[in-house]
Nanobody
Framework: QVQLVESGGGQVQPGSSLRLSCAAS????????LGWFRQAVGKEREFVAA????????FYADSVKGRFTISRDRAKSTLSLQMNSLKPEDTAVYYC???????????????????WGQGTQVTVSD
């Protein structure tokens, strides 16, 4: 049984940093892309960042490029998202996700992913 368990959310002030983690278990992710989506209240779920578990590229939404960094530690089976220079518009529930065999053109499509975590709240406010 695949499990994706997020942690690290919280409430911070604008300009601050947070690091999200996702513990991935239950199968080999060798042919998978793992990533992060977010969903703000009243909005659709949107792509944030993704990376191929076995290497071969990272992908970012334009809104977070240069501020967020996605990384994975295969030995610890952990996916991370370092978020710097946070803005109020980054406020959302952040979800860890995994999808098999994703090509680059589908990496930002939520319905292309097979597994989802329960989400962790990130709130950026004064």
């Amino acid at each position: 049984q695949v499990q994706l368990v997020e942690s690290g959310g919280g409430q911070v002030q604008p300009g601050s940093s947070l690091r999200l983690s996702c513990a991935a278990s239950g199968r080999s992710f060798a042919n998978y892309a793992l990533g992060w989506f977010r969903q703000a209240v009243g909005k659709e779920r949107e792509f944030v960042a993704a990376t191929r578990w076995s290497g071969g590229g990272t992908f970012y939404a334009d809104s977070v490029k240069g501020r967020f960094t996605i990384s994975r530690d295969r030995a610890k089976s952990t996916l991370s998202l370092q978020m710097n220079s946070l803005k109020p518009e980054d406020t959302a529930v952040y979800y860890c996700t995994a999808g098999s065999g994703l090509i680059a053109s589908r990496i930002a499509w939520a319905d292309a992913y097979d597994y989802w975590g329960q989400g962790t709240q990130v709130t950026v406010s004064d």
